[in-house]
C-alpha cells in the first residue's frame, strides 16, 4: 500500500538524509529506494497548506492520483519556506518540487518546469468596500504587499515601473515570508493590497469575504507547474511526472479538483507556452 508522509526540513537535515544523491537515473533510484522526496510549501492554501496536522490542497489530491503509479514508493514532503524551495531542489536536498511554482521565463530556462497544473494569472486583493481602489491604475500612491522572492512580487515590480512612469509610484512596496503575513496586514490596514495570483486571492476573499475582495486581473496569462532539476540524472523523473499531470488533465482529473479547490474549473494547457 502506498505511504505518504511529511517531514520539516531540520528534522529531515538533522539525521544526515539527502534526498539527491547522484544517480545515474533518479527516477530508477526512487524507486529502487521506495522513497520520493519533494520540497512543499504548505502555507500557500488551497494548493498545499496543514489541516489537522496534515498537508492537504490540490497538490496533495493531485498526488494521491500520481504515487499509486510509482507501486509503493512513499512520499515524503519536506515543508519548506519558499524561499528555500527552489534553492533545495539545486542542492539537491530532494529529489522534486510539489509545491506551486510560477512558470516565469526564468524558471523555466534555469529548471525543468512540468505541465502546468493550475492558473496563475496576477491579480490584486483590497480590503472589502474599499471604493478607491477598482483596477491596477488605482493602487498608485497606496502600500502593496507580496511575498518575498516570488513571481508575484516581481509582477508588482513591473506595475510599480509603470505606474512611476505614469506619475503615480506606489507608497511602498512591502515583502513577507509567507502571503498570509500580508492578508493579516491588510487586514488590519498596515498596507492597501496585496499581489497574489488569482486562484490564491479567491481563496482568501472566498474564506474572509467581509474582509477581503479581489479587484481583478493583470499581465499576461501565466501557470502553476511542479519543478524537477535540469540534469540528465533527473530527465526521466520529470518526464515521469509531466506525464502524469497530462493524463490528469486530459481525463478531467485536474478540472474535477480544480472544481474541488478553487470553486471552478481552470482548463490550463497541456504544455506551458514557449519562453520568449
Do not use: C
Amino acid at each position: 500500500m502506498k505511504r505518504i508522509a511529511s517531514m520539516t526540513a531540520g528534522l529531515l537535515l538533522s539525521t544526515g538524509l539527502t534526498a539527491g544523491s547522484v544517480h545515474a537515473d533518479l527516477l530508477e533510484s526512487i524507486k529502487a529506494d521506495g522513497v520520493f522526496t519533494v520540497g512543499t510549501e504548505a502555507r500557500y492554501a488551497p494548493h498545499e497548506f496543514i489541516e489537522d496536522g496534515e498537508i492537504v490542497g490540490y497538490s496533495a489530491d493531485l498526488m494521491e492520483y500520481i504515487m499509486p503509479e510509482l507501486n509503493g514508493v512513499e512520499l515524503i514532503r519536506m515543508d519548506l519556506p519558499w524561499q528555500g524551495i527552489l534553492p533545495g531542489l539545486e542542492r539537491n536536498r530532494f529529489d522534486y518540487v510539489v509545491t506551486s511554482v510560477t512558470a516565469t521565463p526564468e524558471r523555466i530556462q534555469r529548471y525543468h518546469l512540468s505541465a502546468p497544473i493550475a492558473d496563475a494569472t496576477m491579480a490584486i486583493l483590497k480590503r472589502a468596500g474599499e471604493e478607491e481602489i477598482s483596477s491596477p491604475e488605482d493602487i498608485g500612491g497606496k502600500v502593496a504587499a507580496a511575498q518575498a522572492g516570488s513571481a508575484q512580487l516581481q509582477a508588482l515590480e513591473l506595475l510599480a515601473a509603470g505606474l512611476e512612469e505614469a506619475g503615480t509610484p506606489l507608497a511602498d512596496i512591502r515583502t513577507y515570508t509567507g502571503v498570509d503575513e500580508a492578508y493579516a496586514d491588510l487586514g488590519t490596514g498596515r498596507v492597501d493590497v496585496v499581489i497574489n495570483s488569482l486562484p490564491n486571492l479567491l481563496e482568501a476573499e472566498r474564506t474572509r469575504p467581509d474582509v477581503f475582495e479581489v479587484v481583478g486581473t493583470f499581465g499576461e496569462p501565466v501557470y502553476f507547474s511542479w519543478a524537477g532539476r535540469r540534469d540528465d540524472e533527473s530527465a526521466s523523473l520529470n518526464a515521469f511526472m509531466d506525464e502524469q499531470i497530462q493524463r490528469l488533465n486530459e481525463d478531467g482529473t485536474l478540472n474535477e479538483l480544480q472544481e474541488k479547490w478553487f470553486g471552478a474549473p481552470m482548463n490550463v494547457p497541456l504544455e506551458l507556452p514557449a519562453a520568449e
